[in-house]
């Protein structure tokens, strides 16, 4: 039996008896033993599996430029990163933007306006739109990272790939989405469009925040895992697997507004099922990457 052929016996093996997925922790655990890790590698690997929870942060941090890819940089890195989020909130301290009673998410967004330049000359200026995109991003990222300077600089840098890399992609996601569901069910694409609900679905809340605030941090892991490695194209697959999960439901529903209200409060137990199959829909329709070797 060749090594490739063993390997592919075992991977079935472990599935059968429950143990999916150890194969691809080993062999994560390969790529994570490098001096210098191979961004391309992490990446088709993130795409092609979810990420095990001991190893995610550190390859979200990788991914997302928090952390450079020499391992033994990685511990000065983080100091640097450290001292930087002590100096940011020292500074709005100083000016009294924030205090101890100011909600964490709240710090890490005028953290975030006065790294960008953004700060509002009061705190009581109301919140830009993407204002409160950031803030639905942290407080997700909140329930995943334990530690507050990991937690900013990973919503930090996940916001700023959504307004640089996927800058052009996230307003054409709307039209893929309609492409898409008419592929799967052209009668809800068409049920949508006679209640007038197809420009009024929560496109914000499914693509601007990432599903932030609607999916469980269990789920909306495995979602941000292809997010953060190169595919915002995910997104529009779990927003046809929501429709298509609650067909019946939103078939029965007759009007844009209750419609939207409905997707916008999903049932949390089918969650994982969800993006299970969305991860499924999304590799029907655009392929599975290729893992170099």
């Known amino acids: 039996m060749t090594e ?4 592919n016996f075992r991977s079935v093996y472990y599935e059968k008896v429950g143990f999916r997925g150890v194969e691809e922790k080993k062999s994560l655990e390969i790529l994570l033993k490098d001096d210098r890790l191979d961004i391309e590698k992490l990446c088709t690997f993130s795409q092609r599996f979810p990420l095990p929870s001991m190893y995610r942060a550190l390859v979200w941090k990788v991914l997302l430029g928090i952390l450079p890819p020499h ?5 000065q890195v983080m100091l640097c990163r450290k001292e930087q989020f002590c100096d940011i909130l020292h500074a709005l301290k100083v000016v009294r933007f924030v205090s101890e009673a100011t909600p964490q998410v709240e710090v890490y967004l005028r953290m975030y306006q006065l790294e960008s330049g953004r700060l509002p000359r009061s705190p009581s200026f109301p919140l830009e739109p993407e204002d409160e995109v950031f803030l639905a991003i942290a407080k997700a ?8 300077v990991h937690c900013y600089w990973i919503t930090r840098c996940f916001v700023n790939q959504l307004n640089s890399k996927y800058r052009e992609s996230l307003p054409q996601l709307p039209k893929a989405f309609e492409q898409y569901l008419n592929l799967e069910d052209s009668r809800l694409l068409s049920h949508l469009k006679t209640c007038a609900a197809l420009s009024k679905l929560p496109y914000d809340l499914w693509f601007r925040r990432c599903f932030a605030g609607c999916l469980p941090e269990s789920s909306l892991q495995r979602v941000w895992d292809k997010v953060v490695s190169g595919s915002c194209k995910i997104l529009v697959f779990v927003a046809v697997e929501i429709l298509l999960t609650f067909k019946i439901k939103v078939m029965a529903l007759n009007s844009a507004e209750k419609i939207t209200k409905f997707l916008e409060n999903i049932p949390q137990d089918s969650s994982d099922a969800i993006v299970s199959k969305a991860i499924d829909l999304w590799h029907k329709h655009c392929g599975t990457p290729v893992h170099s070797a």
Do not use: C, F, G, T
Request: net charge negative; glycine share 0%; hydrophobic share 25%.
């Open 4 to 7: 490739d052929s063993q390997r």
């Open 71 to 75: 391992h033994e940089s990685h511990a």
């Open 141 to 148: 990222v909140e329930e995943m990272v334990e530690d507050s």
